[in-house]
């Protein structure tokens, strides 16, 4: 039963349960519509071999439960166990039922055997609850449900759901409920309290497991009677609001294992399992066109990137947006990896919008990621930033398809393409906004050009206005982007009249032109086949061309390149006479598609490129 604010725990878990198990498994979640997505997604893209998922909407079974009171911090959520006879495939007869805080420290097979053990009768599997919580002594007017002893804690469940369904649970536990309700008013644990009101009544329904299968690190917990050797524990369940910050004598212990999950490299856990081929289509046509690529050809590593299938986490991060009523809204979508992130304060500062940032990054480096989000004050307090992290794998930096992932996952109807080390001017967000009505962007294809330029200063006084940046470029504190190093890229916007207009006007496309652009969200993606430094961006505007967008340079409006040490691959292409020949390989095989896409249309660049 997951929410979005679940996510990563889930991740976790799921890590703790793949690195352990030697046997074919199938998760079932139920999820809100936004975990759905990012888990969907996650699975897609993770292709772990002989894994199965299914998802149920959680909406649909909201109203089971939402009726009952539930003082807990999970919230509504907290009651949805009870509704699982009704909200899994009736062919199903048994699950694991888990919650999301919990660490797997052994294989899931050895507790899925303990089914085995039970008795006729029994129909549910539970651990005793590791605190005084059901004995009602813990301070003066403690009331808890009724329970059977110390009680059951539901983190980790055996269901039965054959029998349940037998025995008729679902009127059962419904009927449990309304009877204590009358005096308890409310639930103070959730399901927990119904399942042990309901085992009360009949306690020889249950089959109890060793406490090893759930040892609780709660506030009050009695765990460490639950085993004599750390080494003897199979399941940890962080049940105390606390989670890693609760007291317990081996909590190092435990959250250094835990830890270890949070960051390990999830593309280790790819491997097949002995003896059991694979049968996810995607596994196989992957396989199939990697074994078409020719190992000899000098650009295989080029190509096999292209290829290539990233683990994808969305919105990494919690993420509010709420839709405005104009219908010119406009998101910043941007891409960068760890050593960029100092520049995300700043630019949350210069642009008040909604911003889709996809990051290329590690398990580790993404947990380190987290903790700058949640230290930055700035950061914590924006919520309309989509962080989405796309896992690093191979040699190359994938940046077009890093750029794709923030692209696809944008909920506004226009888009700023930019790069994360360009500051935009104070103001913006509003002036583009101003600037789609009043060029028609709705209707029209247009690519409305923001004027870029750069500054060698790590310290700079930021132009407030268009005349400020005017005099800072005649002072020589500020150039246009690339004047020293690349004029091509951006000589079509035309500086010197940018100067003076006061009005948009169209520019021609000329070859290796590189604008950063503001474009309606159904735009054409960015090709994956260029990774690292070079034509990432021309591709990009080279098709828009080719859709005959026009290209709007803004008279009001600027960008402007902070410095930085130049990225590795910029270093690699530097070096490397097979790196600038791949590159040139896949600029012509580029032009060729784009021939074959647009035809007539297309002529032009391959007219361009020989003249360079």
């Not at 919990?102 to 899931?108: E, G, K, L, S």
């Not at 012509?588 to 074959?596: G, K, N, P």
Request: aromatic residues 14%; charged residues 25%.
């Amino acid at each position: 039963f997951i929410y979005s604010n679940d996510i990563r725990d889930v991740v976790t878990l799921v890590k703790s349960i793949l690195f352990h198990r030697r046997n074919p498994l199938h998760f079932h979640f139920i999820t809100d519509t936004v975990a759905n997505q990012i888990l969907s997604t996650l699975f897609q893209s993770w292709m772990v071999p002989s894994v199965q998922v299914s998802f149920y909407d959680a909406d649909e079974l909201k109203s089971e439960v939402s009726w009952i009171p539930n003082k807990h911090y999970s919230g509504i959520y907290g009651l949805m166990k009870l509704t699982l006879t009704k909200a899994l495939p009736s062919n199903l007869s048994k699950v694991i039922v888990l919650d999301t805080d919990i660490t797997f420290a052994t294989d899931i097979a050895e507790l899925w055997a303990i089914f085995r053990k039970f008795t006729e009768k029994q129909v549910i599997g539970l651990v005793e609850n590791q605190s005084d919580w059901y004995l009602g002594n813990l301070w003066k007017n403690h009331k808890p449900w009724p329970a059977l002893g110390r009680g059951f804690n539901t983190g980790v469940i055996l269901l039965y759901l054959e029998r349940l369904r037998r025995i008729g649970w679902e009127q059962m536990w419904r009927l449990t409920a309304e009877r204590e309700l009358m005096s308890m008013l409310s639930t103070s644990l959730a399901d927990q309290d119904i399942f042990n009101a309901f085992i009360k009544q009949n306690p020889v329904l249950v089959h109890q497991l060793p406490c090893f299968w759930n040892v609780q690190l709660s506030d009050h917990t009695r765990s460490e009677q639950c085993y004599t050797e750390v080494s003897d524990l199979k399941v940890i369940h962080w049940n105390s609001p606390k989670k890693l910050r609760v007291k317990n004598k081996h909590v190092e212990f435990f959250r250094n294992l835990y830890l270890t999950f949070l960051e390990y490299d999830g593309n280790l856990l790819r491997r097949e399992l002995f003896g059991c081929p694979s049968q996810a289509s995607s596994e196989s046509t992957l396989q199939h066109a990697l074994e078409e690529l020719d190992e000899d050809d000098q650009c295989y590593d080029f190509r096999r990137e292209r290829i290539m299938v990233h683990r994808v986490h969305l919105y990494f991060l919690q993420y509010e947006y709420t839709p405005t009523d104009d219908g010119t809204d406009i998101t910043l979508v941007a891409q960068l990896s760890m050593d960029r992130l100092q520049m995300l304060e700043a630019i949350c500062k210069h642009w008040e919008g909604p911003i889709s940032l996809a990051l290329y990054m590690s398990d580790a480096e993404a947990q380190q990621f987290l903790r700058y989000a949640q230290a930055s004050e700035v950061l914590k307090n924006r919520k309309n930033v989509g962080y989405h992290i796309v896992y690093k794998e191979g040699q190359f930096y994938p940046v077009n398809l890093v750029r794709n992932v923030a692209l696809r996952n944008v909920n506004t109807p226009y888009v700023f393409l930019t790069d994360v080390d360009f500051l935009p001017m104070y103001g913006l967000y509003d002036y583009l906004r101003k600037s789609i009505v009043q060029l028609d962007m709705a209707s029209t294809k247009k690519a409305l050009v923001v004027p870029a330029f750069e500054t060698l200063r790590y310290r700079l006084s930021f132009p407030k206005s268009k005349a400020e940046l005017l005099s800072m470029l005649d002072m020589g504190t500020l150039y246009t982007f690339r004047y020293h190093v690349w004029t091509k890229g951006h000589a079509p916007t035309n500086y010197a009249k940018w100067r003076t207009a006061t009005t948009p006007y169209k520019v021609e496309w000329e070859a290796d032109f590189e604008p950063y652009v503001v474009v309606r969200r159904d735009c054409p993606e960015y090709d994956h086949r260029f990774v690292g430094f070079g034509w990432n961006k021309v591709s990009h505007i080279m098709e828009l061309d080719a859709q005959e967008y026009d290209f709007i340079v803004l008279p009001n409006a600027f960008m402007i390149h902070m410095p930085h040490a130049p990225s590795f691959d910029i270093s690699k292409f530097r070096s490397s006479p097979s790196y600038r020949y791949c590159l040139t390989t896949l600029k012509d095989e580029f032009h060729q598609d784009l021939s074959r896409k647009y035809g007539s249309a297309a002529l032009k660049y391959l007219t361009a490129q020989r003249n360079i």
